[in-house]
């Protein structure tokens, strides 16, 4: 099932990863960005914010002032949802809800305006980036308890446990910076400077690297994510420019696939020479969020301006579909469908 948080019409829309046809899309509150799939398959968390959307082209001293009262991490509980049907079809008693209401099970508080959202491995914390108020927010992910804030730079924005838990990367795309964050601790134990306007932060399974896009410098820097230090940065060059965005990784770690936003394009990296292999072009309007099958053969880009997702074969690199789903869709996520 491939999942859509649609920012401009406050719903995630559910897509059968087989057919790549909509089933059903949900309301869940104000503004959805950031998803998690728990690491038991069981929850869906996203980052609802009340601050009203700004981004290219907007004055946002115009802008009403923010409702915190919106802002949240909805809880989707997946199981009730129906998405262990045969066909993975969600239930009508789900998809029928009162106007008005949402389809969330709970919503755990958050902070002001939360961007992403990040679980660790075993599930039992969450963390998330407070982009108006400059902070990580440390919290039960079963109750919403608060265990402790953490000053980051100016508007964090991607966030990321390593793979074993014990640190959290975010960047701040108004400071260029890469603050690492001890859990234990709760507080930042280092500092690096990267490329301009960075965003989102993937690591490899193992926790040794990580990759950061930098929006703005048209590159992804490569980090040591034992000793926290740079190793490369890997420019992507040609036309129009790159504006790299979101990052998939598949099951051999050799290809790193990139969106990059309003250049409408999906770059390919080689991991193992650290350099570009080809853009594959007229993607979608502005892809953000991008997600890969575990099987690797289909590639998703969530495209904001048009109200879509492309599909991309993996073999062929070519656009294969594109689905209709809400307004300005911004984050993707998978979650395999029980039985299905």
């Not at 890997?234 to 099951?251: H, R, V, W």
Request: hydrophobic residues 35%; charged residues 25%; aromatic residues 2%.
């Amino acid at each position: 099932m491939v999942l859509v948080s649609n920012e401009a019409s406050n719903d995630i829309s559910f897509i059968d990863g087989e057919s790549d046809v909509v089933l059903r899309s949900l309301p869940v509150g104000k503004r959805p960005r950031g998803l998690k799939v728990s690491p038991d398959g069981s929850k869906l968390y996203v980052a609802l914010s009340g601050t009203p959307r700004g981004g290219p082209n907007v004055d946002e001293s115009q802008l009403p002032p923010p409702d915190h009262a919106e802002d949240g991490i909805g809880v989707l509980d997946l199981l009730n949802l129906g998405l262990g049907a045969k066909g993975g079809i969600v239930t009508e008693t789900a998809a029928l809800q009162p106007r008005g209401s949402t389809a969330l099970q709970t919503k755990l508080p958050s902070g002001n305006d939360p961007e992403t959202i990040d679980s660790s491995p075993d599930g039992q914390l969450l963390a998330v980036a407070n982009e108006d108020s400059a902070q990580v927010r440390l919290m039960d992910a079963h109750s919403g308890a608060l265990l402790g804030t953490v000053p980051v730079g100016l508007e964090p924005e991607g966030l990321r446990f390593r793979p074993d838990g014990r640190v959290i990367y975010v960047t701040s795309e108004a400071s260029d910076r890469l603050d690492v964050i001890d859990v234990n601790e709760r507080r930042v134990i280092a500092t690096l400077p990267v490329g301009k306007r960075p965003r989102n932060i993937l690591f490899n399974p193992e926790g040794d690297r990580a990759y950061i896009t930098c929006e703005l410098a048209a590159r992804v820097d490569v980090v040591d994510a034992q000793a926290h230090r740079m190793i490369t940065s890997i420019e992507i060059d040609g036309t129009p420019k790159a504006m790299p965005m979101g990052m998939a990784l598949d099951a051999s770690e050799q290809r790193l696939y990139v969106s990059l936003g309003r250049a409408g394009e999906v770059a390919l990296i080689d991991t193992r020479s650290l350099r570009l292999l080809q853009r594959i072009p007229d993607v979608g309007a502005r892809p953000w969020g991008i997600a890969l099958t575990p099987s690797g053969d289909k590639l998703y880009t969530a495209n904001g301006p048009s109200g879509d997702v492309s599909v991309i074969d993996s073999r062929s690199l070519q656009v294969v579909r594109r689905i209709p789903v809400g307004k300005q869709p911004w984050g993707l996520s998978l979650v395999r469908v029980r039985g299905g």
